[in-house]
């Protein structure tokens, strides 16, 4: 990656940060666009201790707003010639509907409309940059959503993991369909599903999609280091890659008030870690 310019968003938290940070590892231009000036600048110095030297930029933008998009993509436009990788990464998901300055169900606009209005923004200079590439994170929850093109702004009964999972759906049909306008011009188009991962996704979703997201995370944590221990392995720290929070003792406290059967070895654990 030495040499290479890389835009990515949601580059503040979770897997963008991680993405962002093994880039500049191997030495990668890392351009991060942040909603949060106090968290960008963080992100900037964490990628400048691991990539020195290597003018890493942080700009500025709210996602879910197209014009703030716009005017981002403009600024980066201006000041870099080439482009040679972009990842749309930045994402959310709301208990609640909410509807951005331009009308739009906030999901539909952070997930979907800014992965096309920054690509579409960045287009001429990811051309310069053949061959580049759009990569978009999209997920697998996008398995269970079907697009309702008469209610692409869920106006009609909200569900947040519903809308969720068509903002997920959207980012690949978007995706197929820039691979399939870009196929010949040099700039690939791909998206992922990055697997399960404890990032702060879902924390500021409100109600208890917020408490759902972590209690799985848990489990699925807890999954893991079982496995290792019928493995014969050591099984090492306490599989909560999030901060053991106030959050973490609720979770346990309810799943076990439900019966719902913790694997013993995780409990002991996470007890001696709350205590
Ligand atoms: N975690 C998982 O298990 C999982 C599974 C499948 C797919 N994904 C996808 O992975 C991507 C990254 O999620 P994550 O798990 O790393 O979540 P995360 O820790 O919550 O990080 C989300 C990132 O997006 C940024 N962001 C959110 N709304 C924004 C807006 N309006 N404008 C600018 N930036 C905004 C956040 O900025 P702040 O730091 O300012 O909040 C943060 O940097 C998302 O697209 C998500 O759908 C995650």
């Given amino acids: 990656m030495r040499g290479k310019v890389v835009v990515i968003t949601g580059a503040t938290s979770g897997i963008g940060q991680v993405a962002a940070e093994r880039l ?16 960008g ?8 201790e ?45 208990n609640t509907r909410r509807v951005t300055a331009d009308g739009l169900e906030l999901t539909f606009a952070t997930n979907h409309v800014a992965y096309a209005v920054l690509t579409h923004g960045l287009r001429a200079c990811l051309m310069a940059g053949a061959p580049a590439r759009v990569i978009n994170t999209a997920s697998d929850a996008h398995r269970r959503a079907r697009l309702a093109f ?23 049909l978007y995706t197929r369909e820039l691979a399939r306008r870009w196929a010949g011009t040099g700039v690939t ?22 408490y759902g997201i972590d209690t799985v995370a848990i489990f699925r944590q807890a999954a893991t280091y079982v496995d290792r221990i019928l493995k014969g392995e050591k099984p090492g720290d306490l599989p909560v890659q999030a901060p053991v929070s106030f959050k973490l ?19 002991l654990r996470a007890d001696e870690v709350i205590e």
Avoid at 249 to 267: D, S, T, V, W, Y
């Fill in 41 to 48: 600048a963080a992100s900037l110095s964490r990628l400048r």
């Fill in 249 to 267: 003792i609720i979770n346990l406290k309810a799943a076990r008030a439900i019966g719902l059967a913790i694997p013993e070895a995780f409990l």
């Fill in 24 to 39: 500049a590892g191997m030495g990668a231009r890392v351009l991060l666009v942040a909603r949060d000036r106090t968290r």
């Fill in 50 to 94: 691991r990539g020195p030297g290597l003018a890493h930029r942080a700009h500025y933008a709210d996602l879910s707003s197209v014009a703030d998009t716009k005017r981002v993509a403009a600024e980066i436009a201006a000041a870099e010639p080439r482009i040679d990788v972009l990842i749309n990464n930045a994402g959310a998901l709301f």
């Fill in 189 to 210: 188009a791909n998206s992922l599903h990055p697997g399960f991962v404890a990032t702060r996704f879902g924390d500021r979703s409100g109600g208890l999609l917020s």
């Fill in 150 to 172: 008469d209610d692409l702004q869920a106006a009609r009964g909200y569900s947040g993991l519903k809308v969720y999972g068509r903002s997920k759906l959207c980012n690949i």
